[in-house]
């Protein structure tokens, strides 16, 4: 079985998939979108900026909310790209998200360096106006996805055919924006 047991936002759990997208700030376009089999985000931060295509560019920026707190795919990230990361990171001895106890056990504490830097760059006016676009335009894509697009639940099933699945709503809503922005 290529799914696994997903929590959802009323404390429950189904058997699914983990959805990601890369959103364009500027555009609002999905640059990249790919579904994975993991409970969370930790591992896909780095998966998620590759699956951007090459033709799109590599980001000079790249905001990711605190499912996302990985120190070492941050820092392979912005020593491989040059693109500089803004990620909230939890407190070192705070566990992650609704499954807590047991993330815990798999979470490891980003180096304080890092846990600095990130803070500092946080905490400056540029990160702050950064930081909050990434609310106005992330979580949007999967709300009208659903909502707009209709989409609730995959059709296949196997993790290649749902990546495919994916990756063509992806496409759809782009062309939704497109469509009406040229109106």
């Known amino acids: ?7 959802t936002a009323r404390e429950e759990f189904i058997q699914g998939y983990n959805a990601q997208a890369a959103v364009c700030i500027q555009s609002g376009l999905m640059l990249a979108a790919h579904v994975v089999s993991d409970t969370g985000d930790r591992r896909q931060l780095a998966p998620t900026v590759s699956a951007i295509p090459p033709k799109v560019g590599l980001p000079e920026t790249i905001i990711a909310d605190t499912g996302y707190d990985n120190a070492a795919q941050i820092l392979e990230i912005e020593r491989t790209t040059g693109a500089s990361v803004y990620c909230r990171l939890q407190p ?17 504490s980003a180096p304080q360096r890092l846990r600095q830097r990130m803070a500092a760059r946080l905490q400056s006016e540029e990160g702050q106006r950064l930081y909050a676009l990434r ?9 009208m996805i659903k909502s707009v697009l209709g989409f609730r639940r995959f059709s296949l099933r196997g993790l290649e055919k749902v990546n495919i699945e994916w990756q063509l709503l992806g496409a759809a809503f782009n062309c939704r924006r497109l469509a009406a922005r040229r109106r």
């Open 1 to 7: 079985m290529q799914s696994a047991l997903q929590p």
């Open 92 to 108: 070192p001895n705070r566990p992650h998200g609704r499954m807590g106890a047991w993330r815990k056990s798999q979470r490891r």
């Open 135 to 143: 609310k106005g335009s992330v979580e949007p894509v999967f709300g």
